[in-house]
């Protein structure tokens, strides 16, 4: 399926809600819940099989995994590399390669487009919270909501995260839903949860 280099971002709205529905659809096989997550042990946890030091800001880490690579290659073509480089501190919900790969061929690459650039921040500022959001810190907050709690990212609208027997389930703005793979990973600047399922704001 291929997409015009031109694509408003209206039409880019209805795109991502229609390939990330689509791949709640298929859920069942290709993303499922999994298990609960574990907390974060000492030292940091590894993501994608590579070390992460704590010592070392978001963007840096991220580049050493090789499950982030579309991320990071995302985050630069949004011009947000230098933010999230910076003192912070952010919590960032990372989508992995896999998480990208469910979207409708094409979507990734249209979304990197120079004229989709706004549509493309919108989209990855809906996955940093601003402050260091721990996963017991979700925990208590889930625990003070009946189950439930809600999160205003950076780029202004709400998740909302439910604790699933103790899988922690993100739910976006369209009533997506993604979830935490491997918490608590540990930088100078923040910390990052990598999640299975690309979120998404109300765009257009």
Do not use: C
């Amino acid at each position: 399926m291929r997409f015009s280099t031109k694509l408003p971002v209206v039409a880019m709205s209805g795109l991502l809600m229609v390939a990330v529905s689509a791949a709640e659809a298929r859920a069942p096989q290709d993303s499922p819940a999994p298990a609960p997550a574990a907390a974060a042990a000492t030292p940091n946890p590894a993501v994608g099989g590579a070390a992460m030091d704590a010592a070392k800001p978001i963007t840096e880490n991220a580049a050493a995994a090789p499950n982030l690579t579309t991320l990071v290659k995302a985050v630069k073509a949004a011009g947000l590399d230098a933010t999230l480089s910076g003192p912070g501190p952010f919590t960032v919900f990372a989508p992995t390669n896999d998480a990208f790969g469910r979207l409708a061929a094409g979507t990734v690459d249209t979304l990197m487009k120079p004229e989709n650039k706004a549509t493309l921040v919108k989209v990855l500022t809906y996955h940093v919270v601003p402050g260091i959001i721990t996963l017991e810190q979700l925990k208590q907050k889930m625990t003070a909501g009946g189950g439930t709690t809600t999160l205003t990212t950076v780029e202004g609208a709400t998740l909302t995260v439910t604790d699933l027997n103790g899988a922690i389930q993100l739910t976006d703005a369209n009533g997506n839903k993604s979830y935490v793979e491997v918490p608590d990973v540990r930088q100078s600047n923040g910390v990052v949860h990598v999640v299975n399922g690309v979120l998404l704001p109300k765009l257009g």
